[in-house]
């Protein structure tokens, strides 16, 4: 599994005009699945997301978990995007949504497992995602 996350001051996430998902400071990951991953994987990637020690603190750098952030999960297939060849991408490495779905759905559910409040857009909709990078602090996590 792949994630980008980004350290963000506020993002959100609309389906046909509607706010679906939005926090305010916080973790915005967009996450994609590929062929090989698994609910351990998915489990692991959201233990990664809510531990990094990305946020500012009084000793040093601390976690959404430590502070008590909220995370916006993103399904994003288009992080497993082969853009080796030509100037069209393949999708081939992206798991299918009927795999791909619950594994996100694991994500979340790991999350909240985890104490954290998750917001999420709508898995194979047309979302417009909106955000403000706090830093900017954004980073690629692979498990």
């Not at 305010?24 to 990637?45: I, K």
């Not at 694991?106 to 709508?122: K, S, W």
Request: glycine share 12%; aromatic share 4%; hydrophobic share 45%.
């Amino acid at each position: 599994m792949r994630a980008v996350v980004s350290r963000v001051s506020t993002a959100a996430v609309t389906v046909d005009g509607q706010v679906v998902g939005e926090i305010g400071p916080g973790l915005l990951s967009l996450v994609g699945v590929g062929h090989a991953d698994d609910a351990a994987g998915a489990r692991a990637l959201a233990r990664k997301i809510h531990e990094l020690r990305i946020f500012p603190g009084d000793d040093g750098a601390v976690s959404a978990a430590d502070l008590g952030l909220p995370v916006l999960v993103v399904s994003q297939f288009t992080l497993y995007a082969d853009t080796r060849k030509g100037r069209r991408p393949s999708w081939a490495d992206a798991a299918p949504g009927e795999v791909a779905e619950p594994l996100v759905e694991e994500v979340c559910a790991e999350l909240r497992r985890r104490g954290a409040e998750v917001a999420t857009g709508v898995f194979g909709a047309r979302m417009q995602v909106s955000s403000v990078n706090d830093g900017p602090m954004t980073l690629l996590l692979e498990v």
